[in-house]
């Protein structure tokens, strides 16, 4: 056998599998090939846990914002950059508007069903629920910081104490027939994945900053850990994005609880989805098979990925953008093939046709609508001048706020990223 095929790798992009495999069998082809083969051991990973066990410790913030980062903006801003200002404006025109707001909390547990189901007007209802009061304390943090006005910060700890005294637990969402589907949990656990991190971030920085209480901090830990416990025994069937966001939880809650164990978890997740989930062209098979919803799901799993390395890249863990998924793709690659979505999103969709397995896929408006993203990798790309130029490029001097389109916790990203 020859060293070509000893060192065969395999590549989904259409060029390679049109004319050779049917189009209902190219959907799932990535996924029995993934789910059969030598998929990495999570629990084989080195991770630097004296490194992660002093910096958990450290002075806050140091998930997404950092007091350094805080620093840097009250610079830009004495400075007179103007994107930093008007970054700076709109936030606390929206803590502003928030100070009038009542928090609206779930009473009793979270209980949420599938969002394909015939509740998924309840799971929208409990999503947007959790998701705009998460975004409001984080809002209000943010101003906190930037300001120094305590009136963002008792408004923020406001949202955090009413949902400490009304939410109690989380509970598995679907009915007693989704045992047989492998969905008992319901969207339970996803939805805390998406949102929670938000709440968390909102209360990493007040307790960073000493904005809250002793008392209060040990409540909201203590309200914290039955979600932590519940996300730590969540397995997603499949390791898509829902991995990514269970690896962004962990992460978030082992910094604020102090735990590197439950960080390491998270971390663990992380290293194992980037070693699964992305192609050597960059691609992402698992959200590719969404249908017309490939592209958005693209988008939410780069999000979390991105987010991921960032805090763990604030903890000392400094190899995740050098991993090599086992079909040779990497996080550089993924942001590529996204750029290659935004500029062109027609041959994107025409290169995964017999993935997507769908005449339409969702767009946005403009490309610079979903460039959002790429505030974070934009950071890492100092000797990478054409694949920067091009993510700025797309976003030509766009400036994101409180609603990015599609974010689930990369609002402000401009104030908390952006170079200045």
């Known amino acids: ?42 629990a084989n990973s080195w991770i630097p846990t004296s490194t992660i066990s002093t910096l958990i410790k450290s002075p806050g913030p140091n998930l997404l914002l950092t007091r350094r980062r805080i620093e840097e903006i009250k610079l830009a801003i004495s400075r007179h950059n103007q994107i930093a200002i008007s970054a700076y404006n709109e936030l606390i025109e929206e803590a502003n508007a928030l100070l009038y707001t009542e928090p609206n909390p779930i009473k009793g547990e979270v209980r949420i069903p599938l969002f394909y ?20 304390a984080y809002t209000l943090a943010l101003a906190y910081a930037f300001s120094n006005n305590k009136i963002y910060a008792d408004k923020s700890i406001e949202f955090l104490l009413a949902w400490i005294e009304n939410c109690t637990r989380p509970v598995d969402g679907g009915d007693f027939w989704n045992i047989f589907t492998g969905e008992k949990k319901g969207d339970t656990p996803i939805v805390i994945s998406y949102h929670f991190p938000k709440i968390i971030m909102a209360f990493d920085i007040l307790q960073g900053l000493s904005a809250i209480s002793k008392e209060d901090q040990k409540r909201f830990r203590d309200w914290l850990r039955p ?23 962990l992460l978030s809650a082992g910094r604020v609880l102090e735990d590197t164990g439950i960080f390491c978890e ?6 194992y989805a980037l ?6 062209d960059g691609s992402m098979p698992f959200e590719l098979i969404r249908k017309d919803r490939a592209s958005s799901y693209t988008l939410m799993n780069l999000e979390a990925l991105v ?34 979505f935004l500029t062109d999103p027609a041959n994107w969709h025409l290169r995964y046709r017999f993935i997507i397995l769908s ?5 946005p408006e403009h490309p610079s609508d979903w460039a959002w993203v790429f505030e974070i990798p934009l950071n890492w790309l100092q000797n990478k001048k ?32 952006r170079k200045f």
């Open 307 to 340: 987010q991921g390395i960032w805090i763990a890249e604030n903890h000392g863990v400094d190899n995740l953008r050098g991993i090599s998924s086992i079909f040779r793709g990497n996080i550089e690659l993924a942001c590529k093939n996204f750029i290659d």
């Open 266 to 271: 998270g971390l663990r997740d992380l290293k």
């Open 1 to 42: 056998m020859s060293k070509e095929r000893k060192s065969f790798s395999i590549d989904f992009t259409i060029n390679r599998i049109k004319g050779k495999i049917s189009p209902r069998k190219a959907g799932i082809f990535f996924l029995i090939i993934l789910l059969f083969s030598h998929i990495p051991s999570r």
């Open 386 to 417: 054409e694949l920067k130029k091009q993510m700025q490029d797309i976003i030509n001097g766009r400036i994101y706020g409180k609603y990015p389109p599609r974010s689930y916790s990369m609002q402000f990203s401009t104030l908390i990223f």
């Open 117 to 136: 189901s015939k509740k998924q007007h309840i799971q929208r209802m409990y999503s947007r629920q959790i998701g705009t009061d998460a975004l409001s």
């Open 359 to 363: 005449k339409e896929i969702r767009l």
């Open 227 to 249: 979600f932590v416990e519940y996300i730590r025994r969540y397995e997603p069937f499949i390791p898509n994005n829902h991995l990514s966001w269970k690896a962004l939880f």
């Open 275 to 280: 070693r699964v989930q992305i192609a050597r």
